[in-house]
């Protein structure tokens, strides 16, 4: 199921120029992962404990179309997708909202699930699973 989570600029997020700072893109799309997670029922805090599994970034990448000021207003919208028992990608599309809504950024991440004790791969807890295979 897409998700789709609302957010205004804040001056901290802008560099000297005025703009969103490149790495700052990752964070609001973070930001997004975390509500699609706790609005499906997954509990974040125990997500992001080590319970004997992690799921790390593996890969991410991002494309800027144009640029994000301090103020405006965004609109993250999340797909994921499996992409096999032990990995899935999130594609998030950032718009900037309001008269005019342009697409600003794509962003994609590949996460993969891990036993924090080996580092070997594991298959997806239930929930987040199941999470994935919603969207």
Do not use: Q
Not at 28 to 36: D, R, T
């Amino acid at each position: 199921m897409p998700f789709t989570y609302a957010r205004t600029v804040h001056f901290a997020d802008t560099d000297a120029a005025g703009v969103v700072y490149f790495a700052n893109f990752f964070a609001i799309c973070h930001e997004a992962y975390e509500e699609s997670l706790s609005a499906s029922g997954i509990g974040l805090k125990a997500f992001f404990s080590d319970n004997g599994v992690v799921v790390p970034i593996a890969k991410s990448e991002a494309e800027y179309l144009r640029p994000v000021s301090c103020g405006d207003k965004l609109g993250v919208a999340l797909r994921v997708a499996a992409l096999s028992e032990n990995s899935y990608e999130i594609r998030y599309e950032i718009i900037r909202t309001g008269p005019g809504s342009k697409c600003a950024a794509r962003v994609r991440t590949e996460h993969v699930c891990i036993d924090s004790a080996t580092r070997a791969r594991k298959a997806l807890p239930a929930a987040l699973a199941a999470w994935v295979n919603a969207g």
